[in-house]
Protein backbone atom coordinates (compact mmCIF):
# COMPACT_ATOMS: atom_id res chain seq x y z
CA UNK A 1 0.00 0.00 0.00
CA UNK A 2 0.91 3.25 -1.02
CA UNK A 3 1.06 6.27 1.94
CA UNK A 4 0.80 10.03 0.15
CA UNK A 5 1.97 13.06 2.30
CA UNK A 6 0.37 16.08 1.96
CA UNK A 7 2.39 18.82 2.34
CA UNK A 8 1.21 21.87 4.09
CA UNK A 9 3.96 24.17 2.67
CA UNK A 10 2.07 26.44 0.01
CA UNK A 11 3.55 27.14 -3.00
CA UNK A 12 2.26 29.70 -5.86
CA UNK A 13 -0.36 32.64 -5.31
CA UNK A 14 -3.69 32.42 -4.36
CA UNK A 15 -6.40 33.58 -6.93
CA UNK A 16 -7.20 35.96 -4.46
CA UNK A 17 -3.84 37.39 -4.14
CA UNK A 18 -3.58 38.06 -7.88
CA UNK A 19 -6.89 40.14 -8.35
CA UNK A 20 -5.59 42.23 -4.86
CA UNK A 21 -2.01 43.25 -7.14
CA UNK A 22 -4.47 43.83 -10.19
CA UNK A 23 -6.72 45.79 -8.49
CA UNK A 24 -4.18 48.12 -6.59
CA UNK A 25 -2.32 48.28 -10.27
CA UNK A 26 -5.34 49.84 -11.74
CA UNK A 27 -5.47 52.12 -9.26
CA UNK A 28 -2.04 53.16 -9.91
CA UNK A 29 -2.70 53.38 -13.87
CA UNK A 30 -5.88 55.54 -13.31
CA UNK A 31 -3.69 58.25 -10.74
CA UNK A 32 -0.90 58.25 -13.62
CA UNK A 33 -4.00 58.64 -16.32
CA UNK A 34 -5.36 61.87 -14.11
CA UNK A 35 -1.91 63.18 -13.78
CA UNK A 36 -1.41 62.73 -17.35
CA UNK A 37 -4.89 64.74 -17.85
CA UNK A 38 -4.13 67.60 -15.62
CA UNK A 39 -0.45 67.75 -16.79
CA UNK A 40 -2.08 69.09 -20.25
CA UNK A 41 -4.39 71.32 -18.71
CA UNK A 42 -1.43 72.61 -17.26
CA UNK A 43 0.57 73.11 -20.12
CA UNK A 44 -2.19 74.67 -22.41
CA UNK A 45 -3.23 77.07 -19.78
CA UNK A 46 0.96 78.58 -19.67
CA UNK A 47 1.04 78.39 -23.11
CA UNK A 48 -2.08 80.73 -23.26
CA UNK A 49 0.28 82.86 -20.74
CA UNK A 50 3.33 82.74 -22.89
CA UNK A 51 1.63 84.02 -25.77
CA UNK A 52 0.00 86.96 -24.04
CA UNK A 53 3.19 87.82 -22.55
CA UNK A 54 4.00 87.59 -26.18
CA UNK A 55 1.31 89.64 -27.39
CA UNK A 56 1.98 92.36 -24.62
CA UNK A 57 5.64 92.76 -25.78
CA UNK A 58 4.46 93.16 -29.23
CA UNK A 59 2.00 96.17 -28.85
CA UNK A 60 4.40 97.45 -26.97
CA UNK A 61 7.30 97.42 -29.32
CA UNK A 62 5.43 99.24 -31.65
CA UNK A 63 4.06 102.03 -29.59
CA UNK A 64 8.03 102.36 -28.89
CA UNK A 65 8.64 102.15 -32.94
CA UNK A 66 5.54 104.65 -33.49
CA UNK A 67 6.28 107.49 -30.68
CA UNK A 68 4.46 109.89 -32.28
CA UNK A 69 1.29 108.05 -32.47
CA UNK A 70 1.84 107.39 -29.31
CA UNK A 71 1.88 111.28 -28.55
CA UNK A 72 -0.82 111.96 -30.15
CA UNK A 73 -3.13 109.49 -28.13
CA UNK A 74 -3.90 107.15 -31.14
CA UNK A 75 -2.95 104.16 -28.86
CA UNK A 76 -5.31 105.52 -26.16
CA UNK A 77 -8.25 104.12 -24.99
CA UNK A 78 -8.65 101.44 -27.37
CA UNK A 79 -11.78 98.92 -26.61
CA UNK A 80 -10.60 95.83 -28.32
CA UNK A 81 -10.43 98.17 -31.39
CA UNK A 82 -10.17 95.96 -34.33
CA UNK A 83 -9.83 98.87 -37.72
CA UNK A 84 -9.79 97.89 -41.32
CA UNK A 85 -6.28 95.88 -42.51
CA UNK A 86 -6.68 97.36 -46.43
CA UNK A 87 -3.51 99.05 -45.98
CA UNK A 88 -0.50 96.90 -45.40
CA UNK A 89 1.65 99.65 -43.43
CA UNK A 90 4.27 97.03 -44.14
CA UNK A 91 4.41 97.37 -47.82
CA UNK A 92 3.17 101.00 -48.00
CA UNK A 93 3.43 104.46 -46.32
CA UNK A 94 1.13 105.23 -43.75
CA UNK A 95 0.56 107.98 -41.39
CA UNK A 96 1.70 107.63 -38.08
CA UNK A 97 -2.63 107.76 -37.39
CA UNK A 98 -3.07 104.95 -39.89
CA UNK A 99 0.26 103.07 -38.58
CA UNK A 100 -1.89 102.97 -35.25
CA UNK A 101 -4.80 101.79 -36.57
CA UNK A 102 -2.63 98.91 -38.30
CA UNK A 103 -0.98 98.37 -35.45
CA UNK A 104 -4.32 97.57 -33.39
CA UNK A 105 -5.78 95.94 -35.66
CA UNK A 106 -3.23 93.63 -36.43
CA UNK A 107 -2.47 92.94 -32.75
CA UNK A 108 -6.02 92.03 -32.20
CA UNK A 109 -6.30 89.89 -35.10
CA UNK A 110 -3.37 87.96 -33.91
CA UNK A 111 -4.75 87.96 -30.28
CA UNK A 112 -7.93 85.93 -31.93
CA UNK A 113 -5.91 83.95 -33.37
CA UNK A 114 -3.88 82.28 -30.98
CA UNK A 115 -5.98 82.71 -28.03
CA UNK A 116 -9.75 81.35 -27.74
CA UNK A 117 -11.45 84.47 -27.90
CA UNK A 118 -8.89 86.39 -27.79
CA UNK A 119 -9.05 90.69 -27.14
CA UNK A 120 -6.34 93.62 -26.72
CA UNK A 121 -7.37 96.48 -24.70
CA UNK A 122 -4.89 99.50 -24.03
CA UNK A 123 -5.53 102.09 -21.69
CA UNK A 124 -4.34 105.31 -21.31
CA UNK A 125 -3.93 107.20 -17.95
CA UNK A 126 -2.47 110.30 -16.55
CA UNK A 127 -0.35 110.59 -13.50
CA UNK A 128 -0.15 113.47 -11.06
CA UNK A 129 3.24 114.39 -12.73
CA UNK A 130 1.38 114.63 -16.25
CA UNK A 131 2.85 111.80 -17.68
CA UNK A 132 0.66 109.38 -19.57
CA UNK A 133 0.91 105.43 -18.34
CA UNK A 134 -0.47 102.90 -19.97
CA UNK A 135 -2.00 99.61 -19.52
CA UNK A 136 -2.16 96.72 -21.81
CA UNK A 137 -4.48 93.73 -21.26
CA UNK A 138 -4.64 90.78 -23.50
CA UNK A 139 -7.71 88.99 -22.13
CA UNK A 140 -8.93 85.16 -23.49
CA UNK A 141 -11.71 82.56 -22.28
CA UNK A 142 -11.58 79.27 -21.83
CA UNK A 143 -13.88 76.23 -20.57
CA UNK A 144 -13.68 76.03 -17.08
CA UNK A 145 -13.68 72.63 -14.84
CA UNK A 146 -14.41 71.73 -11.16
CA UNK A 147 -10.19 71.93 -10.60
CA UNK A 148 -10.38 75.81 -12.33
CA UNK A 149 -12.67 77.11 -10.11
CA UNK A 150 -10.86 75.17 -6.78
CA UNK A 151 -7.19 76.38 -7.63
CA UNK A 152 -8.97 80.28 -8.22
CA UNK A 153 -8.58 80.23 -11.97
CA UNK A 154 -9.20 83.00 -13.95
CA UNK A 155 -8.34 85.88 -12.12
CA UNK A 156 -9.20 88.58 -14.51
CA UNK A 157 -11.74 91.76 -14.03
CA UNK A 158 -13.39 90.76 -17.23
CA UNK A 159 -15.07 87.92 -14.94
CA UNK A 160 -16.71 90.68 -12.70
CA UNK A 161 -18.95 90.27 -15.80
CA UNK A 162 -19.41 87.09 -16.69
CA UNK A 163 -22.36 85.23 -17.13
CA UNK A 164 -23.34 82.61 -14.70
CA UNK A 165 -24.53 80.29 -17.08
CA UNK A 166 -21.81 80.50 -19.41
CA UNK A 167 -18.81 77.75 -18.50
CA UNK A 168 -16.07 79.88 -19.26
CA UNK A 169 -13.68 81.84 -17.59
CA UNK A 170 -12.03 85.23 -18.76
CA UNK A 171 -7.65 84.99 -17.94
CA UNK A 172 -5.96 87.75 -18.41
CA UNK A 173 -2.16 89.17 -19.04
CA UNK A 174 -1.77 92.90 -17.53
CA UNK A 175 0.79 94.85 -17.93
CA UNK A 176 1.37 98.75 -16.73
CA UNK A 177 3.76 100.83 -18.19
CA UNK A 178 4.86 104.10 -16.67
CA UNK A 179 7.31 105.04 -19.88
CA UNK A 180 7.33 104.02 -23.37
Given amino acids: MKTFVVS ?53 ARMKANRAGVEAGYYDDTIQAVADLSKNCFTAQCSTQELAQFDLAHWNTRNSQLLPSGTGVITATS ?24 DGGGHCAANENQDTASNELAYCVTVEIARL
Avoid at 27 to 40: D, E, N, R, T, Y
Avoid at 127 to 150: C, H, L, N, P
Fill in 127 to 150: TAAGETQFKVDVIWKRQTSAEDTA
Fill in 8 to 60: TKQSGSSLIEVMVALLIFAIGMLGVASLQGVGIRFGEQSNSYTQAAVQVADIT
